[in-house]
């Protein structure tokens, strides 16, 4: 076994660990000591998969009539720096807390607004430039991002859940049972993972397309795999892919997608269906009875609540990524050309 199929099978339990921290620290009560009246806007920025973990508390805060948006912290910090001003709540997301930009970023916002900071080390940059730290309180992988990621998702759900007044001390009840999902689809990992090589092998790149609440299992999934095999990897928000991309299909075309039984369920399986039925092979990951069929294989899966489905439907990708670098020979979950934590801008 790798060191990244050991992070990979690990992180029920490390998810079950960090949120006991979770509750021992009293996080929801913290946050809801924040006075929110005060500003006008939540901006969250993070790089790489601490960004794309933003994607559904901004969505859960904008369905709640919040101001709220995510922008990368390079376009923050380059571009967009005007756009920070006293009355703007700054959600900074970082593992490491040591990021090149996340670091400037500290540097040239200090002072000018209130910055929430999620991490994993209470004396990086971000927590020291922070006005309030969230521990993310994993273990740093010796390979590329799992638990760092599931982490945020889970914190960042909290977060938004205390923010538009929908957090009650029962709320933990589904992030448990979430939790259990996880461990459920972890259980079936080595399974489901000689079933996908099976059944897609190693096409010339893959496609992982999704909507909502899904969006940053695709996001993060696509860069995983870059990173983890070395090997092209796209993610597509499916309605975008209706929108042109949809002319790559063909029988060199494979991806996975993503259909939770929501209400964009329907609108997936009819892209499912049209992929297939051009001759492109589609892993469908879904919590529904949808059954396989010519060019369709189907993942099932169990998602407690929707807001964190994100946590449980990466597995697959988990797997496909381990595979593939496997085929290629590659020390899994190894950086080749860069490091887990990025300086250079």
Sequence with gaps: MNIYEKDILSQGKD?????????????????AKLPLTNFKKIVFTG???SFFACNNAVTM??????????????????????SISADTLLVMVSQSGRSGEIVELCGKLKGRCFVLGLTNYADSPLALASDLVLNLNVESEQAV????????????????????GAWK?????????????????????????????AFLGVPPYISLIARGYSLSTAEAGALFIKEVAKYPSIAFDSAQFRHGPFEMLGKNFACFIFAPSDHGYDMQMRLVNDIA???????????????????VMVIKQRYPVPELLDMINVTPLQAFADYAAKRKGLDVGVFIHSSKITNLQ
């Design 47 to 49: 790089m790489g998969s």
């Design 61 to 82: 805060l904008r369905r709640s009539g919040f101001c709220a948006y995510s922008v990368t912290a390079s376009q923050l910090l380059h571009y967009e720096n005007d």
């Design 169 to 197: 001390e029962e709320s933990y009840i589904g992030i448990e049972d979430t939790i259990n999902a996880l461990g459920e689809s972890l259980e079936t990992f080595n399974a489901n993972s000689d079933k996908i090589e």
């Design 277 to 295: 039925d051009r001759g492109g092979r589609v892993v469908l990951v879904t919590d529904s009875a949808a059954a396989s069929r010519d060019n």
């Design 145 to 164: 991002s799992t638990r760092t990621y599931l982490a945020p998702l889970m914190l960042l759900y909290i977060t938004a859940k205390v923010f538009i």
């Design 15 to 31: 998810m079950q660990k960090a949120l006991k921290s979770y509750r021992l620290e009293d996080y929801p009560k913290v946050l």
